[in-house]
């Protein structure tokens, strides 16, 4: 096959021997689940992002999930999040019986607007869930202080943001809970698999007995002292975790590089592309989105692309309009207007820590003609 007609995928992980080694050495010990790889691999994880305390947990979706279940959030509430973003934010309200409420995004970073997210608080309103879109950290403070005003509970949904810095300090090392993930198109992966960090110890007890059906640290393993989950995390799944957060500041500067080098090449295309990091906020490169102009007929350029043998993807529709989200609670478009707009002109090219700058350049010559 050609090179130019190669297909070029979205996504790729990041997996080298020592992961393999890593992963053998828990098949051969015969402990495969509740050994203690699991403890090592939260330990390192909580240390590269200066958390105190980390639960792993078997995907970002359980610990949001737990997150509604620390909050105390419960049928009757309301919880606000992002409408730009992966539906597992919204869902973990529904899950824990209360009612998921949408304010806007800033139009550039596409995080969570801080006054959107004041304007929509009721007396129903019980926590907010702040998403780093995209890996840029959101707008923390201020989501902190509208929490503490309003006595409202704070959980960040972080799972695109591994390594992600703001106001100088890793995301996860803030004190409230943040929640992770690590489906193999993350900056690091382990299969599936997540983890919930927080500053708490009460918290983190909390999390560990949830995950494991409601057992006690005093119970026997068939004693459970509250309603809890399987939402453990396999041990052949955080060996592999270990190994790539042993590798996590080369994953995390090989995707800084290609995603450099994409904001060089896409220069003079007729895209926008990502907000540049600030003083506050360093993005972690989760993926690359560009924004084509209003007029483009973004799904036409997708089309073109895999045409020409190269994957892409909308990201990402608003939550609100998924068809289960409008059969249940009669949203409509013109809730929010800034999600609304993004959704329809974004899209996400071929982006990983070891994409050959021959594709990075393919694909941007591809993206140039299809917009022109
Ligand atoms: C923002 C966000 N939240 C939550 C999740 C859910 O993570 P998981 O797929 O591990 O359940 C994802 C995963 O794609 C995500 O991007």
């Not at 540049?276 to 973004?298: A, L, Q, T």
């Not at 899209?347 to 820590?353: K, R, V």
Request: charged share 20%; aromatic share 6%; hydrophobic share 40%.
């Amino acid at each position: 096959m050609s090179v130019a007609q190669r297909r070029i995928n979205l996504s790729a992980p990041w997996i080298d021997e020592r992961d393999e080694e890593l992963v053998l050495e828990v098949l051969r010990s015969g402990q495969l689940s509740l050994g203690q790889t699991g403890p090592r691999f939260e330990s390192l994880l909580a240390d590269a992002v200066g958390a105190p305390y980390c639960a792993a947990v078997s995907s970002g979706t359980a610990g949001l999930h737990l997150c509604m279940v620390l909050a105390g959030v419960g049928p009757g509430d309301e919880v606000i999040t992002s409408p730009y973003s992966f539906v597992a934010s919204a869902n973990c309200a529904i899950y824990a019986g209360a009612t998921p409420v949408f304010a806007d995004v800033d139009a550039g970073t596409l995080n969570l607007d801080p006054v959107a997210v004041e304007a929509a608080i009721t007396p129903s309103t019980k926590a907010i869930v702040a998403v780093d879109i995209f890996g840029y950290p959101c707008e923390l403070d201020e989501l902190r202080a509208i929490c503490d005003r309003h006595g409202l509970y704070l959980v960040e949904d972080a799972c695109e943001a591994l390594g992600a810095v703001y106001k100088g300090r890793p995301l996860g090392s803030h004190g409230h809970p943040a929640t992770w993930a690590f489906y193999p198109n993350k900056q690091i992966t382990t299969g599936e698999g997540g983890a919930v960090t927080t500053g708490s110890e009460e918290e983190h007890a909390l999390l560990v007995s949830l995950r494991n059906q409601g057992r006690l640290e005093t119970s026997s393993w068939l004693q459970h002292g509250r309603l809890g989950f399987n939402y453990r995390l396999d041990d052949i799944s955080a060996a592999l975790g270990i190994g790539q957060v042993e590798r996590l500041e080369t994953i995390l500067d090989a995707r800084r590089t290609v995603a450099d080098r994409y904001t060089e090449l896409l220069a003079d295309v007729d895209v926008e592309t990502p907000v540049p990091d600030d003083g506050d906020h360093v993005r972690s490169w989760f993926v690359y989105v560009v924004k084509v102009p209003s007029g483009v007929d973004r799904d036409g350029v997708m089309a073109r692309l895999a045409g020409d043998g190269i994957a892409s993807a909308p990201y990402i529709p608003s939550i609100h309009l998924q068809s289960y989200m409008r059969e249940r609670y009669g949203f409509s478009e013109g809730m929010c207007p800034v999600s609304e707009d993004a959704s329809a002109r974004t899209m996400a090219i071929p982006f990983h820590g070891r994409l050959p700058i021959e594709d990075q350049e393919r694909v941007v010559e591809a993206l140039r003609s299809a917009i022109r």
